[in-house]
């Protein structure tokens, strides 16, 4: 069964940093194009981060450039987002999202483009 879960959502300060993994089973990233995605109450989900391939390039959003990074480790099927300087408007669902093959340029950015997806994993930032 495909499956990807996500973890490490939580309730903390701006200014805070925090790290969600995203673990993949019932297939190999090797050969996906992963990608995280948010959602925040009444808004559209966005793309937040994504490898294009096993080997490729990493992209951001604006809004979270510097702040965040994307790191994917194959051998273990996660995927991670370590996420710095954490701000109130970074509150949303985050999602994990898969797609076979290469990702080129911003068609990462596309929800539909993507094979698979985890539940999410809420992440409120708040004082």
């Known amino acids: 069964q495909v499956q990807l879960v996500e973890s490490g959502g939580g309730l903390l300060q701006p200014g805070g940093s925090l790290r969600l993994s995203c673990a993949a089973s019932?297939?190999?990233?090797?050969?996906?194009?992963i990608a995280w995605f948010r959602q925040a109450p009444g808004k559209e989900r966005e793309g937040v981060s994504c490898?294009?391939?096993?080997?490729?390039?990493?992209y951001y959003a604006d809004s979270v450039k510097g702040r965040f990074t994307m790191s994917r480790d194959n051998g273990k099927n996660l995927v991670y987002l370590q996420m710095n300087s954490l701000k109130p408007e970074d509150t949303a669902v985050y999602y994990c999202?898969?797609?076979?093959?290469?990702?080129?340029?911003?068609?990462?950015?596309?929800?539909?483009?993507?094979?698979?997806w985890g539940q999410g994993t809420q992440v409120t930032v708040s004082s």
């Open positions: 999202a898969a797609k076979r093959g290469v990702l080129l340029g911003r068609r990462w950015l596309r929800s539909d483009e993507y094979d698979y």
């Open positions: 019932g297939f190999t990233l090797d050969y996906y194009a």
């Open positions: 490898i294009t391939s096993s080997i490729g390039s990493t």
